[in-house]
């Protein structure tokens, strides 16, 4: 498994942050390695079990998962996707801060399967740098909401 963990502060409330990010669907906004990512279910409100379509790249390939929305409780927000061949959780924690502001803890993991497994050492770079990007890219986006 590799994973990779962000803590970012933005000017945005925590509801208004956490309304944002529940729709994956944003993804493709500010996660420089999707490609799409579309609701998949009815398309009704979000909630534990909305589902999207994920095209994402990762280290030059191209992979179709299906996320859902598995945890949706006060602060926090889990997303977990799946393939034959990896298993991918994004856990958002968003906190309120005094100043009106929010932290945004995120915490993205892999869990490779079958023969990939052994090469998750070689992708912990990659996934850091991937990790370096979303903290580049999400702020600005959450300190655009409302």
Known sequence: ???????????APAESVLGYLADFGHSEIWDPGTRSCTRSDDG????VGSTWHNVSVFHGRESELTYTLVDRTGSRLLFVGENSTVTATDDFVVEPL??????VTYRADLRFKGLLKLAAP?????????GDEVERTLPPVLDRLP
């Open 1 to 11: 498994m590799v994973g990779v963990q962000r803590v970012m502060t933005v000017s």
């Open 44 to 47: 009704g409100p979000i909630e």
């Open 98 to 103: 005094e100043d009106g502001g929010s932290t």
């Open 122 to 130: 070689l992708l912990r770079r990659e996934f850091e740098r991937v």
